[in-house]
């Protein structure tokens, strides 16, 4: 491996997966503005998800439908028929 190109600022940082709400504790680099106080009564960075493996129909095994930015309204609205 090359030396000296890996950053080292890595810190405790709490990611969220918005569709489901789960949250997991992790080391990252990624900015954040937001904070949230885990459950060992710390707080760290939050980092927000769209998706991650607990809403992910690949490692749920469920067909779900994650719609977290309004584009299933859009795609709709965009292809509907006019009257």
Known sequence: MKKDIHPKNYRKVVFRDMSNG???????????KENVQWE???????????????SHPF??????????????????KRYEKKK
């Open 22 to 32: 789960h949250m997991f504790l992790s080391k990252s680099t990624a900015a954040s």
């Open 40 to 54: 060992d009564g710390n707080e760290y960075p939050v980092i927000k998800l769209e998706i991650s493996n607990t």
């Open 59 to 76: 490692y749920t095994g469920k067909n779900m439908l994650v719609d977290t930015a309004g584009r299933i309204d859009k795609f709709k």
